[in-house]
């Protein structure tokens, strides 16, 4: 299974809501849902897309293969960017048939939420099951 976090540059309420330190983490938020999603077994890849080159850098000091960096293109990264136009984009960068979108900012999901969800995704077997 794949998982999509997107993480663009430019929040308007939090400047940088994604790497701001966070509960003394330094990574912040990002760096917490990295940590948790790289203990769920069922995750072949965590694709980060972005264009934040802070969020970058948080991502490749994991040294861990499972997270691949997405340069997601300004226009999908704009405050004026669609959500349909992102959802759009997803299929065309993840080639799984299983992907789970999740954001940094639900922090306290756990691993085992992670692994229920994955379990359910994973033997759906199509859009009514």
Not at 36 to 50: G, N, P, R
Not at 117 to 127: D, E, F, N, V, Y
Request: proline share 5%; net charge negative; with cysteine.
């Amino acid at each position: 299974m794949t998982i999509f976090l997107p993480c663009r540059a430019g929040s308007q309420r939090i400047p940088q809501k994604n790497t701001k330190d966070f509960a003394g983490i330094e990574g912040g938020l990002l760096k917490v849902k990295l940590k948790t999603l790289l203990q769920v077994d069922s995750v072949d890849t965590i694709v980060v897309s972005t264009n934040d080159p802070e969020v970058i850098a948080v991502a490749e000091s994991f040294e861990n293969n499972k997270i691949v960096i997405d340069i997601r293109p300004e226009h999908l990264a704009s405050s004026e960017a669609s959500t349909d136009d992102v959802i759009k984009y997803v299929p065309t960068i993840i080639k799984d048939d299983h992907i789970l979108w999740t954001h940094v900012t639900s922090p306290f999901i756990s691993v085992s939420i992670f692994e229920k969800a994955a379990s359910i995704i994973c033997t759906s077997t199509g859009p009514n099951t």
